[in-house]
């Protein structure tokens, strides 16, 4: 199965990309400080049905591709430094907008806000590119079944995403309130993000394939 140090490096990129703004978590956000704490929790279920799906199909997806076509390890890791690099820069690029600065949404009713949770999170082109540029660089066929790693894996990054993303929706207001007294502060997080994730880059495309 997958070393602890490898699940426990998965854990802080995961980290990372839920914290780099997207349209999760400007949905989240927006939602949270338009219609309350309550709507935000019940758009994070919908938002964690999305991943439940992105999950199964990486997880299958996987299986196949490491079966059929060996080389595809080496195409996914340029992809998955390409990805990084690209949440680099838009965690640094001149006029990124701050996730804080709240959409104003009209007031829905439970089902509608976790189906509306479901759709941004099922068609957030991050997570998918997510799924299938750093996923791979976590499995191994010669650790046993791909589809049991890729499993180990989405659950890993849920749990994550889920923890920091109902912190985020159950604080939303107090932390918009907080980032326009201090704007410094949304600079400096940004450039940090941004570093981070190019390292990371840099070490993903300099890597060797994992082994048993």
């Not at 941004?194 to 495309?205: F, I, N, P, T």
Request: proline share 6%; aromatic share 10%.
């Amino acid at each position: 199965m997958i070393p602890l140090t490898d699940l426990l490096l998965f854990a802080g990129a995961a980290l990372l990309v839920v914290l780099t703004p997207g349209p999760n978590m400007i949905y989240l956000i927006s939602r949270s400080i338009c219609q309350g704490r309550k709507a935000g929790v019940i758009s994070l279920l919908g938002v964690i049905a999305g991943f439940l799906v992105h999950m199964l199909a990486a997880a299958i997806g996987l299986t196949t591709l490491f079966l059929s076509v060996p080389v595809a390890y080496e195409l996914l890791k340029w992809a998955g430094a390409l990805y990084l690099l690209y949440l680099a820069w838009q965690a640094v690029k001149p006029g990124a907008r701050s996730p804080f600065e709240a959409r104003q949404l009209p007031a829905d009713r439970p089902h509608k806000l976790f189906l509306m949770g479901f759709l941004t999170n099922l068609l957030n082109p991050k997570i998918a590119v997510f799924y299938l540029s750093i996923f791979p660089q976590f499995v191994s066929p010669e650790r046993g079944s791909v589809f049991v790693q890729s499993v180990v894996l989405g659950v890993t990054q849920i749990s994550v995403s889920f923890t920091v993303n109902l912190a985020i929706a159950l604080s939303a207001a107090g932390l918009a309130r907080w980032f326009v007294r201090h704007p410094q502060w949304l600079a400096a997080q940004r450039y940090v993000m941004g570093s981070v994730l190019a390292g990371m880059a840099l070490r993903l495309a300099s890597e060797q394939r994992r082994s048993a």
